[in-house]
């Protein structure tokens, strides 16, 4: 089944310690994004990229790295320098160029931060 | 610039009583129009969208929005709810393309028995 896959699901770490959050897709789609969730904040973007080798910062970008060497893989990096990084993290494709910005979502990773 | 209000952050409402959950919208270009639902702990899943056409538009669940371009408002509706519709509702808005999608700030939906 096509779709997009995030792991691990839950994710605990200590203070000072990169995490990295895995995003994988079968949809063929070109562009991906990462949202943060925060209860009563809704979704907030961190990072897109419309093709490969190629990304944008969103609105919430400071403490996160992302790469996008492969089309079907957005990894996000979740480093030290993020103050509150403790939240639901939710990765997504779109079509991109020729789409209408429907977006699939992934399962999430809930990252505790200890 | 698009922006999208989402009036009610919480809305309670006893199985089988009616619901309505509330969206307005605003933007310079045309967009098209989502609501997501989320249920706990999971990622957001498309319950419905328009994009033309008729502006009444239905999920596979017994949900409907309206698009009202005049009142630029896309309510979503259910005659009957269910317990297992609880679940937060995401509406949304899009120009397309690799335009930047809008969120509102969500509606939790508590169905109470």
């Known amino acids: 089944d096509g779709g997009i896959t995030q792991s691990p699901k839950y994710l605990f770490r200590k203070e000072g310690q990169n995490v990295t959050l895995s995003c994988e897709q079968n949809?063929?789609?070109?562009?991906m994004y990462w949202y943060r969730q925060d209860p009563g904040q809704g979704l907030r973007l961190i990072y897109y990229?419309?093709?490969?080798?190629?990304?944008q910062k969103g609105d919430i970008a400071e403490g996160y790295s992302v790469s996008r060497e492969k089309k079907e893989s957005f990894p996000l990096t979740v480093t030290s320098a993020q103050k509150n990084p403790t939240a639901f993290y939710l990765c997504?494709?779109?079509?991109?160029?020729?789409?209408?910005?429907?977006?699939?979502f992934g399962e999430g990773s809930r990252l505790t931060v200890l | 610039a698009q922006s999208v209000t989402q009036l009610d952050s919480q809305v309670p409402v006893f199985e089988e009583a009616p619901v309505e959950l509330r969206c307005n919208y605003s933007s310079s270009v045309s967009v098209y129009l989502f609501w997501y639902v989320q249920y706990p702990n999971q990622g957001l899943q498309l319950l419905l969208k328009y994009l033309s056409g008729s502006t009444l538009v239905e999920s596979i669940n017994g949900f409907e929005a309206e698009f009202n371009k005049s009142q630029t408002s896309f309510h979503l509706r259910k005659p009957s709810v269910h317990i297992s519709d609880t679940a937060e509702y995401f509406c949304a808005v899009s120009p397309g393309g690799y335009q930047k999608v809008t969120f509102g700030i969500g509606t939790k939906l508590q169905v109470i028995p």
């Open positions: 997504a494709s779109s079509i991109g160029m020729t789409g209408t910005g429907e977006l699939f």
């Open positions: 949809l063929n789609h070109d562009a």
């Open positions: 990229s419309q093709i490969v080798n190629d990304f």
